[in-house]
């Protein structure tokens, strides 16, 4: 099992992802860090459940 990455790397990551620039894909930001793109989507996605903005 792979060693799970630092909760600081995950939320520096999300917070790019978030602020990218129009035409910035998801699959081009996980590329830069070393992630796969559908972990930066689960991370992604579990940041908003964390923030209350949806039910998780």
């Not at 990551?13 to 081009?28: D, F, K, L, N």
């Not at 590329?31 to 940041?47: I, N």
């Amino acid at each position: 099992m792979p060693k799970p990455y630092p909760r600081e790397f995950r939320d520096d990551v999300v917070r790019v992802a978030r602020s990218r620039e129009p035409g910035v894909t998801i699959e081009q930001i996980a590329t830069d860090f070393g992630v796969h793109p559908m972990t930066l989507t689960k991370w992604m996605r579990h940041a908003v459940i964390e923030e209350g903005a949806k039910p998780g």
